[in-house]
Nanobody
Framework: VQLQASGGGLAQAGGSLRLSCAAS????????MAWFRQAPRKEREFVAA???????KYADSVKGRFTISRDNAKNTVYLQMNSLKPEDTAVYYC????????????????WGQGTLVTVSS
């Protein structure tokens, strides 16, 4: 499975961005899809995940501000990010695996190249 993330950019604090991740080379509906992020000098961290049926899991730091969704017909997963904060600044990665809904990065088999989100104060 190949994953291509897009939609990153510069936003002001309190603003919004929408990330997309297009998948190819596999049966998209078989995969749990997730977003992770890595800020400078920090470890990669879980953001959100979604099953094919729409069950979701979020990191506490983004609950109520970020929404993960997917369109199985378009082989695409989205991350709508609202009320952005400077601490949301990071490279955001989409990931996929055929298993349970989990925040553990080491479970995911496929990773996109990342898209940079910068939030200014």
């Amino acid at each position: 499975v190949q994953l291509q993330a897009s939609g990153g950019g510069l936003a002001q604090a309190g603003g919004s961005l929408r990330l997309s991740c297009a998948a190819s080379g596999g049966t998209f509906s078989n995969y749990v899809m997730a977003w992770f992020r890595q800020a400078p000098r920090k470890e990669r961290e879980f953001v959100a995940a979604i099953t094919s049926g729409g069950s979701t899991k979020y990191a506490d730091s983004v609950k109520g501000r970020f929404t993960i969704s997917r369109d199985n017909a378009k082989n695409t997963v989205y991350l709508q990010m609202n009320s952005l904060k400077p601490e949301d600044t990071a490279v955001y990665y989409c990931a996929a695996w055929r298993g349970i809904l989990t925040p553990r990065a080491d479970y995911y088999d496929y990773w996109g190249q990342g898209t940079l989100v910068t939030v200014s104060s």
